[in-house]
């Protein structure tokens, strides 16, 4: 069929991903769909969406992934839509994600210190570029100075700019976690056509969303780096697309700079 990747959802170990997926049996399955794709020589991942239900498996995932000889993983933090708007109290607080993420960062670098180089992705939070900007710069690292760089270029969320996605029906959303709002449908008029529309005032903002958020992402020095997070969520938890997102974990501290640091 022409397939190059496949992802497969694992949120823990067999007892907690079962309980999460409702279904006895599915990690199992999960497993055995994981080494159907190695067999044929497909290229196959693991996604893993973080909450408080499976914070603790984190490690035994990183084990999984060494033992499969699975070459990627993808970290996804909480965003308040769909389904997730249920898990809304499931989420992290701040001091639990720094763990998570400082955990995930950990089991990295020890594993390509062993020179197994997998790739490891963490999503849906554009608060982890600055965190891992400044904890190489606490740790003197030589690399510091070319991530800042590259999370520059890649500028943070992009939702209704870089990125879009239009659903199983031809509705053309922001991003895949804003399905509540439809800015046209490919059925009817060009995707070309409906993504440059300004008319519709929220893709109008979107497009330089910086210059319309509030509070403490508006005067955060990160804002070029970060994109203002996820709009989507600070509307789900406020009512208020432009509110700051209510999963940033970054310090007043850390978003206001320090002059040494500099």
Same mark, same amino acid.
């Given at each position: 069929?022409?397939?190059?990747?496949v #992802? =497969?959802s694992?949120d823990g170990?067999?007892? =907690?991903?079962?309980?999460?997926?409702?279904?006895?049996?599915?990690?199992?399955d999960?497993?055995? #769909?994981?080494?159907?794709c190695?067999?044929?020589?497909?290229? =196959?991942g693991?996604?893993?969406t973080?909450?408080?239900?499976?914070?603790?498996? &984190?490690?035994?995932?990183?084990?999984?992934?060494?033992?499969?000889?699975?070459?990627?993983?993808?970290?996804?933090?909480? &965003?308040?839509?769909?389904? #997730?708007?249920e898990?809304?109290?499931?989420d992290?607080?701040?001091?639990?994600?720094?763990?998570v993420?400082?955990?995930?960062?950990?089991r990295?670098?020890e594993?390509?210190?062993k020179?197994?180089?997998?790739?490891?992705?963490?999503?849906? *939070?554009?608060?982890? #570029?600055?965190?891992?900007?400044?904890r190489?710069?606490?740790? *003197?690292?030589?690399r510091?100075?070319?991530?800042?760089?590259?999370?520059?270029?890649n500028?943070?969320n992009?939702?209704?700019?870089?990125?879009? %996605?239009v659903?199983?029906?031809?509705?053309?959303?922001?991003?895949?976690f804003?399905?509540?709002?439809?800015?046209? *449908?490919?059925?009817?008029?060009?995707?070309?056509?409906?993504?440059?529309?300004? *008319?519709?005032?929220?893709?109008?903002?979107?497009?330089?969303?910086k210059?319309? =958020?509030?509070?403490?992402?508006?005067? %955060?020095?990160?804002l070029?780096?970060?994109?203002?997070?996820?709009?989507?969520?600070?509307?789900?938890?406020?009512?208020?697309?432009?509110?700051?997102?209510?999963? %940033?974990?970054l310090?007043?501290?850390?978003?206001?700079?320090?002059e040494?640091?500099?």
């Amino acid at each position: 069929m022409g397939l190059s990747y496949v #992802g =497969v959802s694992l949120d823990g170990l067999e007892k =907690v991903n079962d309980r999460f997926r409702g279904k006895s049996g599915a990690f199992k399955d999960a497993i055995q #769909g994981i080494r159907n794709c190695q067999e044929m020589g497909l290229k =196959v991942g693991l996604r893993f969406t973080i909450n408080r239900m499976n914070m603790n498996e &984190v490690s035994g995932i990183f084990d999984l992934l060494e033992e499969m000889e699975i070459p990627r993983i993808c970290f996804y933090h909480l &965003v308040y839509s769909g389904r #997730g708007s249920e898990l809304m109290e499931e989420d992290l607080d701040y001091e639990e994600t720094r763990q998570v993420v400082d955990l995930i960062m950990n089991r990295t670098r020890e594993m390509h210190d062993k020179g197994k180089m997998k790739e490891v992705l963490t999503v849906d *939070n554009h608060a982890d #570029g600055p965190y891992l900007y400044l904890r190489m710069l606490k740790e *003197n690292n030589p690399r510091a100075r070319e991530v800042l760089e590259l999370l520059e270029m890649n500028e943070g969320n992009s939702s209704g700019r870089g990125i879009g %996605c239009v659903s199983w029906d031809g509705r053309v959303h922001a991003d895949q976690f804003w399905r509540h709002h439809t800015f046209g *449908n490919v059925l009817e008029r060009p995707f070309s056509e409906i993504w440059t529309d300004l *008319n519709d005032p929220l893709m109008a903002k979107l497009k330089d969303k910086k210059q319309h =958020v509030t509070g403490r992402c508006s005067t %955060c020095r990160w804002l070029q780096i970060c994109g203002g997070n996820f709009r989507v969520r600070a509307e789900a938890a406020t009512g208020d697309l432009w509110a700051p997102d209510p999963a %940033c974990y970054l310090t007043d501290e850390e978003i206001a700079g320090d002059e040494k640091e500099e």
